[in-house]
């Protein structure tokens, strides 16, 4: 999982909580680093996985609704860090295959 995923994360977690919230979840979620993910770095999927479920518990919110605002987060994240051209590729792949 590239470590803009993992960074949306925290994005949401702090902005919706605070950065002790977040390091909590880290810290139950058994992820042992300083500071930010890297956003190109590739991680084990699993170190997702972790976040997702440490965050169930700690924040007693439904694994589904954090997936929802994590969306909602990611599209942000993307707009405001200039990923926003990931967000186009179903149109693009739209257009080619409207052509063919």
Same mark, same amino acid.
């Given at each position: 999982?590239?470590?803009? %995923? @993992?960074?949306?994360?925290?994005? /949401? #977690?702090?902005?919706?909580? +605070?950065? =002790?919230?977040?390091?909590? &979840?880290?810290?139950?979620?058994? %992820? @042992?680093?300083?500071?930010?993910? /890297? #956003?190109?770095?590739?991680? +084990?999927? =699993?170190?997702?996985?972790? &976040?997702?479920?440490?965050?169930?518990?700690?924040?007693?919110?439904?694994?589904?609704?954090?997936?929802?605002?994590?969306?909602?987060?990611?599209?942000?994240?993307?707009?405001?860090?200039?990923?926003?051209?990931?967000?186009?590729?179903?149109?693009?792949?739209?257009?080619?295959?409207?052509?063919?």
């Amino acid at each position: 999982m590239y470590g803009f %995923v @993992n960074y949306a994360l925290e994005l /949401l #977690v702090v902005r919706t909580f +605070d950065s =002790e919230t977040w390091e909590a &979840i880290k810290k139950d979620a058994a %992820v @042992n680093m300083e500071g930010q993910f /890297l #956003v190109r770095q590739i991680y +084990d999927d =699993e170190i997702t996985y972790n &976040i997702i479920a440490a965050a169930v518990k700690r924040l007693n919110i439904p694994a589904n609704d954090i997936l929802e605002s994590f969306g909602v987060m990611f599209f942000e994240f993307c707009q405001e860090s200039g990923y926003d051209k990931i967000l186009e590729v179903p149109e693009l792949l739209h257009g080619i295959f409207y052509k063919i």
